[in-house]
């Protein structure tokens, strides 16, 4: 049996069918969305339950037929059901432990982190094709890595390697992946609703790199800084130069704005034209893991310098006037819209909220107070942010309204008014109070945009 029909469970499902195993979905939901989804997968001779929320009264039917049960990353590994059925004696697997068993015959580029693991994952996948290496991207972004395992379940041509991007949620379920090159970007609190503590989200993040064959660290981030002495050999990357004789650099940036690998200098950093500086972490993140897989120093500088970004993390949109508009979407807590805000040109004007998550906001406060000139909130956590800024002796406006569309409407015309040099949707906020995901979120905002902007 498969928990929810989103991408990975679709996906779990097609691949158990195609090995043989009869297979049964349960979905809690029965919108139209659902509806469409069960009945492709009814036409591939698949069983849907919609309206089946996680209880052990959904499973009762086939109950004693039943092997295994497959769940999305949305669904929390100590589920009060899930424990019911374990004990049971009945298989719970996560699709990327499916996925796994299927596709480690190749080898994976496996990233991981709070912020800034999306952006590394699309830039070394742009940096493989620009230099003709066959590569999949997939995981938590792009295509499920069942999805993958089944369309490649099909083909003879194998591709060269797997970048995959891996959510705690995802790796939390599968703890036997082991790439052949792992990442960790960065560590700050995030998703504790769900892992409770921090030292909990790092063990989770932490076993992909002692699994991986190389590790790749961002020595500039605190928690992996303070922790290196514990973490597996690998090679660490900093923007802050070479590092110390005990803790050194392989990968760094000199103050002219040099990547250099063990002293050899490999490309200036200005080749890579998306804006902030976390993005020139990111850049020596990429280098270092194209390198181990083989790719030169001077075909990393030609692949990055036509490198646009990613859609949904400062995503560029165009100008009303002199007014840049940002899609940041994606930044869905504290840390990465503060890491936004502070990429952009300023007076910004800031359109924020959506599903708040636990996490300190007084860095992206202090931000706020130094940069932006307006706070546009929306969403189920408006009002709560409303307070919180309003408090820390922010002395904008800061306004809410109940909906995207509105939140844009009331930005504009305050951007007018104070002659911002930007407006950046950083929803600092999870999307699932109004939205399926941050990028339906995203495309919302383009939407809108769309007919006022100019290139």
Same mark, same amino acid.
């Given at each position: ?7 990975? $469970? ?36 698949? *069983?849907?339950?919609?309206? =089946? ?58 990233? /991981?982190? /709070? ?9 070394? !996948? ?158 020596? #993140?990429?280098?270092?893991?194209? !390198?181990?897989?083989?790719? /030169? ?11 646009? $970004? ?6 560029? #949109?165009?100008?009303?006037?002199? #007014? ?32 708040? *998550? ?12 130094? !940069? ?13 942010? *409303? ?28 951007? =007018? ?24 979120? $995203? ?13």
């Amino acid at each position: 049996m498969v928990v929810g029909l989103g991408r990975s $469970g679709i996906g779990a499902a097609k691949l158990l069918k195609e090995e043989g195993y009869p297979v049964i979905v349960i979905e809690s939901g029965k919108g139209i969305k659902f509806q469409r989804h069960a009945e492709r997968l009814i036409r591939k001779g698949i *069983k849907v339950e919609l309206g =089946k929320p996680l209880e052990l009264q959904s499973f009762k039917p086939w109950i004693n037929q039943l092997k295994s049960v497959v769940i999305s990353p949305a669904i929390p590994w100590d589920h009060e059901t899930l424990n019911k059925l374990r004990n049971l004696e009945i298989n719970i697997q996560g699709e990327m432990t499916l996925a796994w068993k299927r596709l480690n015959h190749l080898p994976w580029i496996g990233i /991981t982190g /709070t912020n800034g693991k999306t952006t590394v994952t699309h830039m070394l !996948r742009h940096i493989f094709a620009e230099n003709h290496i066959q590569a999949l991207m997939g995981g938590n972004v792009g295509n499920s890595a069942a999805e993958i395992a089944l369309d490649l379940s099909t083909k003879v041509e194998q591709p060269e390697w797997l970048i995959m991007e891996l959510s705690s949620y995802q790796l939390e379920t599968a703890p036997n992946i082991s790439p052949r090159i792992g990442i960790w970007t960065n560590l700050t609190p995030d998703h504790l609703e769900r892992h409770g503590t921090l030292k909990a989200y790092s063990k989770i993040k932490r076993k992909l790199l002692e699994n991986s064959q190389t590790p790749i660290y961002n020595a500039d981030d605190p928690y992996l800084s303070i922790n290196r002495d514990s973490m597996k050999n690998g090679l660490w990357v900093s923007t802050q130069g070479c590092g110390s004789s005990k803790y050194p650099s392989d990968f760094w940036l000199d103050k002219r704005g040099m990547v250099i690998e063990k002293g050899v200098e490999l490309f200036h950093s200005s080749e890579l034209k998306v804006p902030g500086k976390h993005n020139i972490q990111n850049l020596l #993140l990429a280098t270092a893991a194209a !390198r181990e897989a083989g790719v /030169t120093g001077e075909k990393i500088k030609r692949s990055i310098n036509s490198f646009s $970004g990613v859609p949904h993390r400062l995503e560029k #949109l165009g100008h009303i006037n002199e #007014l840049s508009v940002y899609n940041d979407s994606k930044a869905t807590n504290f840390e990465s819209a503060e890491t936004g805000l502070s990429a952009v040109a300023h007076p910004a004007l800031i359109i924020a909220g959506g599903q708040v *998550k636990e996490g300190d906001p007084t860095k992206w406060i202090e931000q706020l107070k130094q !940069r932006a000139c307006a706070v546009v909130l929306f969403g189920s956590s408006g009002n709560h942010l *409303k307070s919180l800024v309003q408090l820390s002796g922010f002395k904008g406006e800061v306004l809410y309204c109940k909906n995207l569309d509105k939140a844009v409407e009331i930005a504009l015309k305050i951007g =007018k008014e104070k002659k911002a040099k930007s407006l950046l949707l950083s929803p600092a906020c999870a999307s699932f109070d109004q939205y399926q995901d941050f990028e339906e979120r $995203g495309d919302h905002f383009r939407k809108i945009m769309s007919p006022l902007l100019t290139s």
